[in-house]
């Protein structure tokens, strides 16, 4: 299977979790990444890419209004909106929050999951509230792939939680295994070595 698109949600701890995530990522994994991350309306624009930009060689970019999503790169809802993803683009909203928050992992998910099908990744990070579980579990009917943080390792372990109660995951991995069981997922199936 190709995957085109992996879709990551955080809420409290998810800044150091999305260091840790984008550090086990390499450049050539070749897929687009779209993250929502719970944070207040009135978030400096640029604060949390300049951040995450220190710990990836992809570029990190607040996501705009019907951008084109190309590979290798990843993009970050901005605060105070709902990232939604369309076939080959990204859309904006003000709707009403979900689960108190804008941006929703819930919309994030549900709208990739049905743009992108099974060629989809999804990963549930710490948090404090359910956001994402709904979400998750939308992925996965759509045969994309589901990871969740393992909540022992989360420094919020109530979204991870949530997600695996809707959802069951295809791994539930701690942190700083995501990103290489991730990477895998998208090797070309010529580039992966041979199961021992």
Do not use: W
Request: a negative charge.
């Amino acid at each position: 299977m190709t995957y085109e698109l992996i879709v990551v949600g955080a809420s409290l701890g998810g800044l150091r979790a999305l260091e840790v995530l984008l550090a086990g990522l390499p450049v050539d994994a070749g897929v687009a990444i779209a993250v929502a991350q719970h944070r207040s309306a009135d978030s400096t624009r640029g604060s949390l890419e300049s951040m995450l930009q220190q710990h990836t060689k992809m570029p990190v970019l607040e996501a705009g209004d019907k951008e084109a999503i190309v590979p290798g790169h990843v993009y970050v809802a901005p605060a105070d909106y709902h990232l939604l993803v369309e076939p080959g683009s990204f859309a904006l909203s003000v709707d009403a929050r979900v689960q108190f928050a804008r941006p929703s992992i819930d919309v994030l998910f549900e709208s990739a999951a049905d743009a992108y099908g099974e060629r989809l990744v999804g990963i549930v990070l710490t948090g404090a509230n359910a956001d994402g579980a709904a979400g998750l579990s939308v992925v996965k009917r759509r045969g994309g792939v589901a990871v969740v943080q393992e909540p022992a390792t989360a420094e919020a372990r109530v979204m991870p939680e949530a997600a695996l109660k809707l959802t069951a995951a295809d791994a539930v991995l701690p942190l700083e295994e995501i990103g290489a069981f991730v990477h895998g997922l998208c090797l070309p199936v010529a580039d992966r070595s041979p199961a021992a």
